[in-house]
């Protein structure tokens, strides 16, 4: 394990420890789901298609920690179509405001633990600010979503991602 991913499970660690207390005595709920979407990279000046599988803890009504795998997706680089992927594990913290008994609006905050690959190997990695907002509707367990993020200076440069997923809760 390299030092960049110790310094992000150190940064959940303390997302939860700092975060626990808030869930008081409510009892909170486990979730997982995956989202596809369209990344807009600002260095690159391209676009890509982005995948994301990502999971959390609902501590409150109001508060969640959430971890991602993300894919923003394969562009072209020196000629070359798709030779440059970038992709990364997000961590943060999402504020929930619940709006009626199904829906709900969020934002979130927390780090990016990225890294590029050209054609298939490593030449730029780091771990650095992400934060995002979004919408979620729920119906029993399941629940779609919508959100933007920005993947800040992934490689000198900011991406965006614009995403819909689905989303299941363990009740």
Known sequence: MNIRHSL???????IVVTTAPLAGAQEGEWYVGGSLGSSDD?????????????????????????AALVDLGEFDS?????ALEQWGLAYG??????????????AKAG??????DF???????????TFGVGGEYTFENWGVRVEWECFS???????????????????
């Open 119 to 129: 054609l298939s190997r490593t030449v730029d990695e780091g771990t650095d600010l």
């Open 42 to 66: 600002d260095v690159l000046d391209q676009t890509g298609s982005s995948l994301k599988v990502f999971g959390g803890y609902r501590f409150t009504k109001n508060v969640a920690v959430e």
């Open 111 to 116: 780090f990016f633990d990225w890294s590029i």
């Open 93 to 106: 913290v999402v504020g929930i405001l619940p709006i009626g008994d199904n829906g709900s609006v969020f």
């Open 8 to 14: 992000s499970a150190a940064i959940i660690l303390l």
């Open 153 to 171: 200076d992934v490689s000198d440069g900011d991406v965006d991602l614009f995403s819909a997923g689905v989303v299941y809760r363990f009740r």
């Open 78 to 82: 020196l000629g070359l179509p798709n």
